[in-house]
């Protein structure tokens, strides 16, 4: 992990600027923090002590299981909040956080802030629609997977977690979140290979044809 510094960190705050989100001056509070892919930005177990918006990149959310499995359950994009729910309550819920790809967060530390972010009408404000949306997407999520194959839901997924044009999941991962069997998931993997969708390389697969798996995952779209 590194935390920009200096004018890297001043030109950031001033590209991405989010002083909109609050009604006091957020910048002598904020740390500007890069996590390269496969890096935590939070271990599972860890109470987090930041409230992190992501400007760029991606990443994952998982869970361990008391049975020891660990599960896939959500995706981080930018312009969405991790920690939120730390912030308004004493319990700990947030779980292992991971970038899937080059991820760059602003960072709140609660210690020095989060008087201020409770008491700020603006902030509750986008904090409550964005929770709002998580909600709804969570939602859905559990209906797709009995209203559309899985050629729609894996289309997503494998757009969701491209790494620079590269689909690297490991494929129990995926068959535990899309909730299909292994068998199958080959299967579609094979198809989408054999429309030149993908090509695979090595052990991992490069998009070649983006467009037709934005088509395929344009079906799930909540409007």
Not at 160 to 183: M, N, P, W
Request: contains cysteine; aromatic residues 14%; charged residues 30%.
């Amino acid at each position: 992990m590194e935390i920009y510094k200096n004018e890297k960190r001043k030109r950031y705050l001033e590209d991405h600027s989010i002083a909109h989100l609050f009604s006091f001056p957020i910048v002598e509070f904020v740390e500007v923090r890069e996590y390269k892919r496969d890096e935590w930005i939070i271990q599972e177990g860890m109470r987090p002590d930041f409230l992190f918006y992501v400007i760029e990149g991606k990443a994952k959310i998982y869970i361990t299981h008391l049975n020891g499995k660990v599960s896939l359950i959500n995706f981080i994009n930018e312009n969405e909040f991790v920690g939120e729910m730390e912030l308004l309550n004493d319990v700990y819920y947030t779980k292992g956080i991971q970038a899937t790809t080059k991820t760059v967060c602003f960072a709140l530390p609660f210690h020095r802030c989060r008087a201020q972010l409770l008491e700020d009408v603006v902030f509750l404000r986008e904090l409550t629609k964005f929770l709002s949306v998580k909600a709804t997407k969570m939602a859905a999520k559990y209906s797709q997977t009995l209203a559309f194959p899985l050629e729609n839901r894996f289309a997503e997924f494998i757009l969701q977690t491209a790494d620079e044009g590269v689909y690297k999941e490991k494929h129990i991962t995926v068959c535990d979140f899309l909730g299909v069997s292994y068998r199958h998931l080959l299967h579609v993997l094979a198809q989408f290979c054999d429309k030149g969708y993908l090509q695979k390389e090595g052990r991992h697969y490069r998009i070649i044809k983006k467009s037709a798996l934005v088509e395929l995952a344009g079906m799930l779209r909540i409007e």
